[in-house]
């Protein structure tokens, strides 16, 4: 009996330390045990996980699929397609674990990651950008920067808006659109294509819950800010104004159509030969071509109409940044990708590819990014973008999460229960106030 135990004992003490030695040392990516240069107690190198979602995920799988190759057995970049919402990155980042080691945020929403979970949960990124801050487009950097002047976020693409048009259906009716140079010219030429058949020349989310950006753009476009002298918040400001005013005179000439799910409806209008013109930022170009095969060759890309003639025509909308958190476990594999990413030649084609529009200008010399492109009729479509990236900066500030809540509200409010604008806005501007004087 007394030897039937021991046999017993000395069994179960034998598959714990192998099941030790399988979850242990003998992970060859254990990152329990890693050192200072990204590598576990044997030697072997640490992967990285990197979050991002839609065409930005497929984008970076080519470039991390280019860079692994390269970078042999120091680690690979394993991309992990993740949501655009952050249902999964805030819960992380708040409680310190789960954290991808890189990730994606909008470039409007950084500020508020820094200002809700602190810097010190941001690794410091100011190395890949001190030697040559004059080569990335000003606004963009200057969102990634922390209060204590350090970049804990790295610009990865920008949003400059152009018009996409569609040139065999502009032609056919007769309209030269280098004579559109006013929203209302715009507007009036929309309603002539209302005629010749079931076409738009706008689309968004009347109730404004699944998209804002037609807002943005227009109010961007006017040089607006969202907040006054003070820091406080002011959604009601004549800019505003004047971006709701423009898109209910859009809805009421019937050139604008309702897109209730904006993301998936836009692309389904595309495709129905149905919407035919929209402002929009370049970084569309890449869905456009993966989802709207179908109309490839038959657009083109100009610059938008201004609010009066001679006015500015620069917009931007969107963009996105990377960072890097403070908790992986190989930060010097984190920032050689990122490098390899946006600095790199291969790095730089890859995001044109997918119509990423680079923040790093240096790319706009390359080969590929003056390259024609046919799905837009062989336009050049990045020397057409890079020429409209003059766009005034917009102050995000550190809450605009919750502004943006409220905006959806006042757009809803404007567009679909037709409040007066400013009513409205002032209301919104109220409500988001509260909710920052709250925290």
């Known amino acids: 009996m007394k030897k039937r135990k021991l046999l017993a004992l000395l069994l179960i003490l034998i598959i714990t330390v192998s099941l030790g030695a399988c979850n242990g040392a003998g992970n060859g ?10 590598k576990t107690s044997l030697g072997t190198a640490v992967d990285i996980h990197v979050a991002s979602w839609n065409n930005a995920a497929d984008n970076l799988s080519e470039i991390a699929e280019k ?9 690979k970049v394993i991309i992990d397609y993740s949501d655009s919402d952050y249902s999964k990155l805030k819960p992380a980042l708040a409680s310190g674990n789960g954290v991808p080691d890189i990730f994606q945020t909008q470039s409007r929403d950084i500020p508020a990651f820094f200002n809700s979970y602190g810097l010190r949960a941001f690794a410091d990124l100011s190395d890949i950008i001190a030697d040559d801050a004059e080569n990335w487009v000003d606004f963009a950097l200057e969102t990634c920067k922390g209060e204590d002047g350090k970049y804990y976020a790295i610009p990865w693409d920008i949003g400059p808006v152009g018009l996409y048009y569609r040139a065999d259906i502009f032609e056919e009716a007769g309209i030269d659109v280098n004579t559109l140079t006013t929203w209302d010219k715009y507007i009036e030429a929309g309603k002539l294509l209302r005629t010749k058949g079931d076409y738009y020349v706008e689309a968004f989310n009347f109730n404004g819950a699944t ?14 800010q969202f907040y006054d002298e003070n820091g406080n918040v002011n959604l009601a400001s004549e800019e505003m104004i004047r971006a709701a005013e423009l898109c ?7 050139v604008a159509m ?14 129905e030969n149905r919407l035919v013109a929209f402002p929009y930022p370049a970084w569309y170009m890449g869905t456009m071509k993966n989802s709207c095969e179908n109309t490839a060759g038959k657009w083109r890309i100009t610059k938008i109409p201004a609010f009066e003639e001679g006015g500015n025509v620069y917009a931007n909308a969107g963009g996105s940044v990377l960072a890097v958190s403070s908790t992986t476990k190989n930060l010097d594999l984190a920032k050689r990708f990122l490098e390899y990413a946006i600095k790199s030649k291969e790095g730089s084609d890859i995001n044109m590819k997918y119509g990423e529009f680079p923040s790093y200008k240096p790319a706009y010399e390359t080969e590929y990014f003056k390259s024609k492109d046919e799905y837009f009729g062989g336009l050049e479509v990045g020397t057409i973008f890079a020429g409209l990236t003059g766009a005034p900066a917009t102050k995000w500030g550190p809450y605009f999460t919750d502004v943006s809540e409220s905006m959806k509200t006042a757009a809803g409010n404007i567009l679909a229960n037709r409040m007066d604008p400013r009513q409205a806005l002032e209301a919104a501007t109220k409500d988001a106030q509260s909710k920052i004087n709250a925290k």
């Open 67 to 75: 860079f692994n190759a390269a970078n042999g057995d120091k680690g």
């Open 258 to 271: 309702d897109i209730p799910n904006a993301w998936d409806d836009r692309i389904a209008a595309i495709n």
């Open 211 to 224: 998209s804002t950006d037609e807002f943005l753009i227009y109010f961007n476009q006017l040089g607006g």
């Open 248 to 254: 209910l005179k859009m809805i009421d000439a019937g």
């Open 29 to 38: 990516n254990d990152k329990d045990n890693v050192g200072n240069d990204g």
